[in-house]
């Protein structure tokens, strides 16, 4: 019988373990730090685990991350070298994403805010409406969800335009790719949503020059990482006016601490990093699959590429 430890900093095991074994009845789950012999672990089914643990697992064959983002396991200096590291990225993540990012573009595009603002105020002012057709969102980020994220925006009509480190093709997205076609995509991005991959290239890649070669007036949509931003170059932005306002759901320090002069900024929508997480009825058949293709030899999916960090 295989055996898997699960470890993870934020998620109850009391809601994974049964669809863990409803999932994979014959895997025998230990929940760190009881785990008992070391050298018995097969899986790690992990996210955030300790620093060093999974060096300890001597007989490791697989590192499941519970989540799409691996930056935090990658900066662990003791992660081991030979051991394969799968990103999660199964249904209920991207389709969280999705109704996340097209939320706070409809929101942006139909300004709701604008409109509560006014009913706090008990203002009747109607205002002029631009069609999604003549709307161009700035996908920065062609990944799985990236380009699940383009496809629903498409289907409302928007342009869209997308951004990734090297050429890919989605239908209906208009398409840049690498740091020479950067700036062009960017001067037509009037909704910019950020779902990148954190790595050293994409690390405070949200900065001054970069709001500088958005539209004036154009928003910025945060749901990749919270390193991904330069917090004080989107302050002096959004002061100056360039920027019109910014949606954030990721921080460099979560939960973001009091005091912190996002809080009461008011050009800026904040949420809790709940765009997207993955449920265990979905995430668990996910990796049941991931597994057997493992123990069959068949390749994996979604296994890190750790040149690039993702």
Same mark, same amino acid.
Request: hydrophobic share 45%.
């Given at each position: 019988m295989p055996v898997a430890v699960f470890a993870?900093?934020?998620?109850?095991?009391?809601?994974?373990?049964?669809?863990?074994r409803e999932a994979m009845p014959a895997l025998e789950v230990r929940v760190w730090p009881e785990i008992g012999d070391p050298a018995g672990i097969d899986y790690a089914i992990v996210w955030k685990p300790p620093a060093g643990m999974l060096a300890a697992l001597p007989k490791l064959k697989v590192i499941y991350s519970l989540g799409a983002g691996i930056d935090a396991m990658l900066r662990d200096p003791?992660?081991?070298?030979?051991?394969?590291?799968?990103?999660?990225?199964? #249904?209920?993540?991207?389709?969280?994403?999705?109704? @996340?990012? !097209?939320? =706070?573009? #409809?929101?942006?595009?139909?300004?709701?805010?604008? @409109?509560? !603002?006014? =009913?706090?105020?008990?203002?009747?002012?109607?205002?002029?409406?631009?069609? !999604?057709r003549d709307t161009t969102v700035g996908i920065l980020g062609l990944g799985t969800l990236g380009a699940a994220a383009a496809r629903a925006l498409t289907a409302l009509n928007f342009r869209v335009a997308g951004w990734s480190r090297t050429p890919k093709a989605v239908t209906g997205v208009e398409g840049f790719a690498g740091a020479e076609q950067l700036g062009a995509f960017l001067a037509r991005s009037e909704i910019l949503v950020c779902l990148l991959p954190l790595t050293a290239e994409t690390e405070d890649i949200l900065d001054r020059r970069l709001f500088a070669a958005l539209p004036r007036g154009a928003w910025v949509v945060n749901a990749g990482r919270g390193h991904h931003l330069v917090?004080?170059?989107?302050?002096?932005?959004?002061?100056s006016g360039h920027l019109a306002g910014a949606v954030l759901d990721v921080f460099r320090t979560e939960p973001l601490p009091a005091g912190h002069p996002f809080w009461a900024h008011p050009k800026l929508v904040l949420t809790p990093?709940?765009?997207?997480?993955?449920?265990?009825?979905?995430?668990?058949?996910?990796?049941?699959?991931?597994?057997?293709?493992f123990e069959r030899g068949e390749p994996m999916e979604d296994v890190v590429d750790r040149s690039r960090g993702y």
């Open positions: 993870s900093a934020t998620d109850d095991p009391a809601q994974w373990l049964p669809a863990l003791t992660l081991p070298a030979d051991v394969p590291l799968v990103r999660m990225v199964d #249904l209920s993540l991207s389709e969280g994403m999705v109704e @996340y990012v !097209a939320e =706070q573009v #409809l929101a942006i595009h139909r300004q709701a805010r604008t @409109y509560r !603002a006014q =009913q706090a105020a008990g203002e009747w002012l109607q205002h002029d409406q631009r069609l !999604a917090d004080a170059d989107l302050i002096a932005a959004l002061d990093h709940i765009a997207a997480s993955n449920n265990a009825k979905y995430a668990t058949q996910r990796l049941a699959e991931q597994i057997a293709r």
